[in-house]
């Protein structure tokens, strides 16, 4: 979700109102989603890189975080949203961490779309935390059993969520910056300049429709 700075900074305003517009975009970007029948989406919401910005910054998103909970909440009941997060959440403010614990409890039986919120989230810190876990099963065990790889996915953040089929980036970046880098190993890539508070109901249907377009192989013929 990038580029919420740089809408506010061309319309002469605070970064953080371009983090506040993002936040609109999320909650019109989930009524779609529900609308369309799509079951999954994750969203970098705050990547382990990004405790590099200033702090006032940092603060000002997680704020923008717990007040999107906080009103969104009954909306999601109502929409049949599931919460759940990828990411080291310890780290986060208390107060963000007991209303992300309060949402994902009260959400856990909804069935219509899972929204993955990634915080605190960087792939290379995902897949180093399962290899960990893993060897820590290993020693307990004391015995030396390699993985299947579908063991090794059960210690990823979300093991139940499926592969990224389709992967959008906003405002014209052309990187992954350490997002699911084991899940969207075939995930069709999709970029667009317009900037995250930008994107729009039919952005998206147009990234669905580029997606239905692609001819998918896995590897075979
Ligand atoms: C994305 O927008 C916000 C986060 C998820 C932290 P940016 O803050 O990265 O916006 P730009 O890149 O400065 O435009
Ligand atoms: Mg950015």
Redesign the pocket.
């Known amino acids: 979700?990038?580029?919420?700075?740089?809408?506010a900074e061309a319309r002469g305003r605070r970064?953080s109102e371009?983090?506040r517009a993002?936040t609109e975009t999320v909650d019109r970007l989930l009524d779609h989603l529900v609308k369309i029948k799509v079951p999954y989406v994750s969203l970098?919401?705050?990547s382990t890189e990004?405790w590099r910005r200033p702090r006032p910054e940092i603060t000002a998103?997680f704020n923008l975080l717990n007040e999107f909970i906080i009103t969104r909440l009954d909306k999601m009941m109502a929409k049949g949203v599931r919460i759940v997060t990828s990411g080291d959440i310890s780290r986060l403010p208390k107060k963000s961490r007991d209303l992300l614990e309060n949402a994902m409890l009260r959400t856990g039986r909804n069935k219509k779309l899972v929204a993955n919120f990634c915080l605190n989230y960087g792939a290379r810190d995902e897949i180093h935390r399962a290899a960990m876990r893993f060897a820590a099963k290993q020693i307990a065990g004391r015995k030396i059993k390699i993985p299947k790889e579908k063991e090794f996915r059960a210690l990823l953040w979300q093991p139940e969520m499926p592969d990224v089929d389709l992967l959008v980036r906003t405002?014209g970046e052309l990187r992954l910056s350490n997002f699911m880098l084991y899940q969207a190993a075939y995930a069709e890539l999709y970029f667009t300049d317009k900037?995250?508070p930008e994107f729009s109901e039919n952005d998206v249907d147009a990234a669905i429709f580029e997606f239905g377009r692609r001819k998918r192989k896995f590897g075979g013929l």
Request: net charge positive; charged share 15%.
């Open positions: 979700m990038d580029g919420n700075g740089r809408w970064r371009g983090h993002g970098y919401a705050f990004n998103l405002a900037t995250w």
